[in-house]
């Protein structure tokens, strides 16, 4: 398995990327989008309405 690349912040601080995405992968995105960090379609209340693997399926089936 491939290690994780950790960053260094300005202040000198380890900072995982990888495990930070992770972590907020179900906050809902800033903006208008109406998608979660990880790109899911979110409908009222917060509820996944389409799965990011959905979303993907359906784009590429119609640019075959």
Same mark, same amino acid.
Request: cysteine-free; charged content about 35%; overall charge positive.
């Given at each position: 398995?491939?290690?994780? *690349?950790? /960053?260094?912040?300005? !202040?000198? *601080?380890?900072? %995982?990327?990888? *495990?930070? +995405?992770? !972590?907020?992968? #179900?906050? $809902?995105?800033?903006?208008?989008? +109406?998608?979660?960090? +990880?790109? %899911?379609? $979110? =409908?009222? =209340? =917060? @509820? $996944?309405? +389409? *799965?990011?693997? %959905?979303? !993907? %399926?359906? /784009? /590429? @089936?119609? #640019? @075959?």
């Amino acid at each position: 398995m491939a290690e994780r *690349k950790v /960053y260094t912040s300005a !202040q000198g *601080k380890p900072v %995982d990327m990888e *495990k930070l +995405r992770n !972590q907020n992968e #179900t906050s $809902i995105a800033v903006g208008n989008a +109406r998608v979660n960090a +990880r790109g %899911d379609e $979110i =409908g009222p =209340g =917060g @509820k $996944i309405v +389409r *799965k990011r693997e %959905d979303l !993907q %399926d359906e /784009y /590429y @089936k119609g #640019t @075959k």
